[in-house]
């Protein structure tokens, strides 16, 4: 298959060179990585997961570019686009783990330098190891389809031929933020609507958020994942939940699921997360393997060289090992600062390099078979900790020092992997159209710099707003953070992991991955991915039934669109109003954190009508099944 497979020919052809690294591109996306990393650090901590920007943000600079400069260039297009969906990517990195060093009490806030640290020096080392496996891993491999990459793409060559979704996105914008306005800034809707009642020894639950950003979510991860994640928190919620205990004295039966999930049912998903990881890592063995060896037929002194084909132009080998090199000597620097010992600075710098190209290669491979969105990241760092804490054990490091060290491992590899996933798919947008590598990895270390200041920032100003991880109401469960906390605490402190309760979480995963092989064997189009079902069976259940409407809208708008023979999926209109339902929802959430910051008062008006807040919810979903009959027309 791979042998008769080809790229299609760029729409620019290597001879030719239009403007693409100019000033405006890079200023504007520098302002959109900047802004798309806010939208996701605040999705991520809401919901344990973010989505790519990169389609949303070619819309938005086809329109900036064409209507208010009147320029139109395919390669500025896509500059913009890379630089906007590395600030997504970065968001999600530290998301899952700076909070955790706060949960776990290591800081009292969210410190500047070592978070803005980990953000910089984890997605430079994700470019590093990332741009030498370009050739082995999308060049030479046309069946690993980047889905995210190909659909960018696919946007970029429509605004090419004039066609522009900024009043989709405009619109989705609009509606998102007054739907998060309603539920937090006057509390017309509530955020969840739920309910459990107590059978005998059992708790039993249902319930759903009222999420205008989960339900873009679900549109956009398209129906089979949906269904995954749906699935997972099916098992913790419907199956497990019952079996697993009874309200206490003097507890509801609504308090008693949560503290159930809280305790135990979470724990199964990292179980199953744990499989999930390691069976990633043995899938891709063989695309590792081809990185290392175009790693070893590559020349120190191959530089960008003006003989070299231009849409082949990759960063230097030599400049790819100054930065290396700068890079490590920064971290072990960082790691010396954050724990106090070089000893330990030197061990967790090694272990943070290993890792860090172990899964920058299972990440970029995982990408090019389920995007970027469904690589599992945070079984990948699960696996990463877990690893690091082992060693730091082995050799007779515990304590705060092994804590700070082992979250720091952590952080950076996670930065590392989110960063060469998103690269990938940003280089495969590029081999479609027609650019330059090395200008895209360029605009890509621009884009990490940039946007690495404001992280600090923002955490705090949500953490001062809305809480994070503190499990109070309205509070950002920030999942995968509180994870890795109690994961930390347990192996280094006073906390005690439910070591039976992970060890089933990891039969589950085992049984799903003989389900998955069966359903492979008999050419099934449906799969049983193991980390979508850990993630919904680690999540609240309510998050999983909006993610699973978007899923079916999606569905339903894919048939109308296969029934007249229209398969571009990158035109599709319900994705540019779901992006814009994302970021107006995580924006207005951001703004309004710096109000309630502030402390100015807002205009609350609690309601607690749980029919009304469905009908509201129902008209963003008819909303989003609007706009996704438009591209069924």
Not at 95 to 110: D, M, S, Y
Not at 147 to 157: N, Q, R, Y
Not at 346 to 370: D, H, Q
Request: charge should be neutral.
């Amino acid at each position: 298959m791979m042998r008769t497979m080809r790229h299609p020919a760029p729409v620019v052809p290597p001879e030719q060179s239009p403007p693409e690294s100019t000033w405006i591109a890079l200023a504007l996306g520098a302002v959109l990585a900047v802004v798309m990393g806010a939208a996701n650090v605040y999705l991520g901590l809401y919901a344990g997961m973010t989505v790519a920007a990169a389609i949303p943000a070619a819309v938005i600079s086809m329109a900036f570019l064409r209507v208010v400069l009147g320029r139109s260039s395919i390669l500025e297009n896509n500059i913009v686009q890379t630089m906007a969906s590395t600030g997504e990517a970065l968001a999600a990195g530290i998301i899952f783990t700076a909070p955790a060093l706060l949960l776990v009490g290591a800081w009292q806030q969210f410190e500047f330098w070592p978070t803005t640290l980990i953000v910089l020096l984890g997605g430079m080392l994700g470019l590093i190891f990332m741009v030498p496996m370009r050739r082995a891993l999308i060049v030479d491999r046309p069946d690993l389809i980047y889905p995210e990459g190909t659909a960018c793409a696919e946007v970029l060559k429509v605004g090419e031929r004039g066609g522009s979704g900024v009043g989709l996105i405009a619109r989705g914008v609009a509606a998102g933020g007054l739907f998060k306005l309603l539920v937090t800034g006057i509390r017309f809707v509530q955020p969840t609507v739920e309910g459990a009642l107590t059978a005998g020894r059992s708790v039993l639950y249902a319930g759903a958020d009222m999420s205008a950003a989960l339900l873009a979510v679900g549109y956009i991860v398209r129906l089979e994942i949906a269904v995954l994640v749906f699935t997972g928190g099916a098992i913790g919620w419907v199956i497990a939940l019952p079996m697993l205990g009874a309200p206490l004295a003097g507890e509801s039966s609504l308090e008693a699921a949560g503290r159930i999930w809280s305790t135990q049912i979470r724990y199964l998903g990292v179980g199953a997360m744990v499989v999930g990881g390691l069976a990633s890592f043995w899938s891709v063995r063989r695309g590792i393997a081809a990185g290392l060896a175009s790693l070893g037929g590559a020349r120190l002194g191959a530089d960008v060289q003006a003989a070299t084909v231009r849409t082949e132009r990759n960063l230097g080998m030599t400049t790819l090992l100054v930065l290396f090199v700068v890079t490590t000597a920064a971290t072990m620097a960082f790691y010396r600062m954050l724990v106090g010992s070089t000893g330990v600075a030197l061990l967790a710098t090694i272990l943070m390099i290993v890792a860090s190209f172990v899964f920058v290669a299972v990440a970029t491979y995982i990408a090019g078979l389920v995007g970027s969105s469904n690589s599992p990241v945070s079984g990948m760092t699960i696996v990463a900790l877990l690893f690091s804490a082992a060693v730091m054990l082995g050799v007779g490091i515990s304590g705060e020092s092994a804590v700070l060290a082992t979250l720091g491992i952590a952080g950076v590899v996670c930065c590392a992997t989110c960063a060469a996933g998103d690269v990938a798919q940003d280089l495969k947008t590029g081999l479609i159209v027609g650019a330059t590598p090395a200008r895209q990895q360029m605009a890509t270390i621009v884009a990490t710099v940039v946007p690495a200041f404001f992280f600090a920032p923002i955490l705090t100003l949500l953490h001062s707003a809305y809480g994070i991880g503190t499990g109070g109401p309205g509070s950002l469960r920030a999942p995968q953070a509180a994870l890795f906390a109690s994961l930390t605490s347990g192996v280094f402190g006073d906390g005690e992991l439910p070591w039976l309760l992970m060890a089933a979480g990891a039969a589950i995963g085992v049984g799903l991955l003989i389900v998955d092989a069966v359903l492979v064997r008999r050419g099934s189009r449906f799969r049983a991915h193991v980390m979508p079902i850990a993630v919904g069976l680690y999540l609240p259940f309510s998050l999983a039934v909006p993610i699973l409407i978007g899923g079916i809208v999606a569905s339903a708008a894919a048939g109308a669109r296969r029934r007249r023979n229209d398969s571009d999926e990158g035109t599709d209109d319900g994705v540019l109003f779901a992006s814009g339902l994302i970021a107006g929802e995580a924006l207005i959430g951001i703004a309004l954190a710096g109000l309630i910051a502030a402390q100015l008062p807002l205009p609350v008006t609690i309601v607690e009508q749980p029919l009304l807040s469905i009908a509201v919810f129902a008209g963003i979903v008819a909303l989003l099944v609007r706009s996704a009959q438009r591209s069924a027309a």
